[in-house]
């Protein structure tokens, strides 16, 4: 698991970015909308929290 943060560490991120900006533009008309675009924050906020543990492994391995 560690090898695999450390390897795909720019991916997790690219995702979190691309997941931040799907979720500002998915519509915010009904329930069910803010609950889809919860669900694409919290994907977002969990490959920003898998790239942050990349990065320090890396930092902590070198």
Known sequence: MKN???KYNNHFSAVMILGIGIGTIYPDETANDNYISAGIYLFAALCAL???????????TK
């Open 50 to 60: 898998l790239s942050l543990t990349g990065t320090i492994l890396k930092y902590f």
């Open 4 to 6: 695999i943060l450390i």
